[in-house]
């Protein structure tokens, strides 16, 4: 019988509460604790991984039958749960290649041995910091995977406001816009406290307890993120808003997600 998986102690980390939020099969009890502990502060904290997840895997299947893309680069990428970006991808475009980019050396190993075997096309997993964004569009094994004279579809999912802005996440997002070909896109959904003042900075506080730096944003804060964009119907809302053909009739509030979610276009030149 094989072993059980065991990892050492240690603090957790953003990738790491996530997968436990989504009942995922990998975390160790110093994500539990700090994942109980943000439970009790804000107990729709599953609602909100579980929307979260439902908006990537809309827009990416928005991305791949819509719009002709067959790249993405999905950076902040997480433990894979399944569907992962590139199953959605690849059922739509089978040919769709995928580079996953995370900074989370347990991500990353994860990642490895959860996606080997169950990809079919070209699936990159590769280590490396948004906050470096040159370091990332410089990477050989990038470059193995990705045309960038192609479009490509950045996929920055429930990781920009891990990002504060002393390391600045607005530049970091610019540059790679600008290593990108015309008619790529740019999804993103991002925490915020608009909805729940109170319930988000409770848990920034149990977050910055766990050695995390969030920086949950506002509406008008995360709109610059697409400063350039064309932004798709119906714009920034709350991310089960985001091409949901269940309409309002999803039973969840805004305050149980507390995040926006938007995609935006390059324009042509
Ligand atoms: C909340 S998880 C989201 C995972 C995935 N995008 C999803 O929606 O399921 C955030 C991920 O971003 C990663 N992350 C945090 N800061 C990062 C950084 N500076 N550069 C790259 N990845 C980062 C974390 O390791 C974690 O895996």
Redesign the pocket.
């Known amino acids: 019988m094989p072993a059980p998986r065991r990892t050492p102690a240690r603090t957790t980390?953003?990738?790491?509460?996530?997968?436990y939020y989504?009942s995922g099969s990998v975390q160790d009890d110093a994500d539990r604790i700090a994942g109980e502990e943000v439970e009790k502060v804000t107990p729709t904290v599953r609602t909100m991984?579980r929307t979260?997840?439902a908006f990537?895997h809309r827009a990416t299947h928005y991305l791949a039958e819509h719009t002709g893309i067959r790249q993405f680069l999905?950076?902040?990428?997480?433990?894979p749960?399944e569907p992962?970006?590139h199953q959605i991808a690849q059922a739509v475009a089978p040919t769709a290649k995928i580079v996953y980019?995370?900074?989370?050396p347990v991500?990353l190993t994860h990642s490895r041995d959860l996606l080997t075997g169950i990809s079919h096309g070209p699936v990159t997993i590769m280590e490396?910091?948004?906050?470096q964004p040159d370091t990332i569009l410089n990477a050989p094994v990038l470059h193995e995977t990705l045309d960038l004279e192609e479009p490509v579809a950045l996929?920055?999912?429930?990781?920009l406001h891990?990002?504060s802005d002393r390391?600045y996440p607005l530049e970091a997002v610019s540059t790679l816009l600008e290593a990108l070909a015309p008619g790529s896109y740019l999804t993103i959904?991002h925490s915020t406290a608009d909805f729940d003042p109170q319930g988000t900075s409770a848990a920034v506080k149990v977050y910055r307890a766990s050695g995390m730096d969030p920086q949950p944003r506002t509406r008008a804060e995360i709109v610059r993120f697409f400063d350039g964009l064309e932004l798709v119907a119906p714009g920034i809302v709350t991310p089960h808003r985001w091409r949901n053909p269940r309409g309002d009739t999803t039973g969840i509030t805004d305050a149980d997600v507390g995040f926006y979610a938007a995609c935006g276009r390059k324009p042509m030149r």
Do not use: C, E, K
Request: proline share 3%.
């Open positions: 980390q953003p990738g790491r509460l996530y997968n989504l991984a979260n997840r990537m999905d950076i902040g990428s997480g433990i749960t992962n970006l980019v995370d900074n989370d991500v490396g910091d948004i906050t996929s920055l999912i429930s990781v891990f990002i390391h959904s």
